[in-house]
Nanobody, 130 residues
Framework: QVQLVESGGGSVQAGGSLRLSCAASGYTYSINYMAWFRQAPGKGREGVAAIRTGGGSAYYTYYADSVKGRFTISHDNLKNTVYLQMNSQKPEDTAMYYC????????????????????WGQGTQVTVSS
């Protein structure tokens, strides 16, 4: 089992920055990919960024077009923590942000699709005001 706990959400004005953290515990050695998803009220869940943490020393990253150049996903292997640095934020970034992980027993084809993941955190709210 893998447990995920997000932190770092909050309120920020447009153009500002926030950094989200997702701490993994449990069978962290089994994690292959970790990702951030978001869901705004009345909308479906959207993949924001993903990182392959189970590929040795190379951490491949993936981003939604809507956040490329503004958001950066990174991983601290010693802390078993994934970060999402969000810069130049826009009101449309307002959403509940969820951390997700998938273990090595599953083949991942589309890292930004939610049904690829088998572990989820509780979410952290991000609100961007204009």
């Amino acid at each position: 089992q893998v447990q995920l706990v997000e932190s770092g959400g909050g309120s920020v004005q447009a153009g500002g920055s926030l950094r989200l953290s997702c701490a993994a515990s449990g069978y962290t050695y089994s994690i292959n990919y970790m990702a951030w998803f978001r869901q705004a009220p009345g909308k479906g869940r959207e993949g924001v960024a993903a990182i392959r943490t189970g590929g040795g020393s190379a951490y491949y990253t993936y981003y939604a077009d809507s956040v490329k150049g503004r958001f950066t996903i990174s991983h601290d292997n010693l802390k078993n923590t994934v970060y999402l640095q969000m810069n130049s934020q826009k009101p449309e970034d307002t959403a509940m942000y969820y951390c997700a992980a998938v273990t090595k027993g599953r083949t991942v084809v589309l890292p930004l699709v939610d049904n690829e993941y088998n572990y989820w955190g509780q979410g952290t709210q991000v609100t961007v005001s204009s």
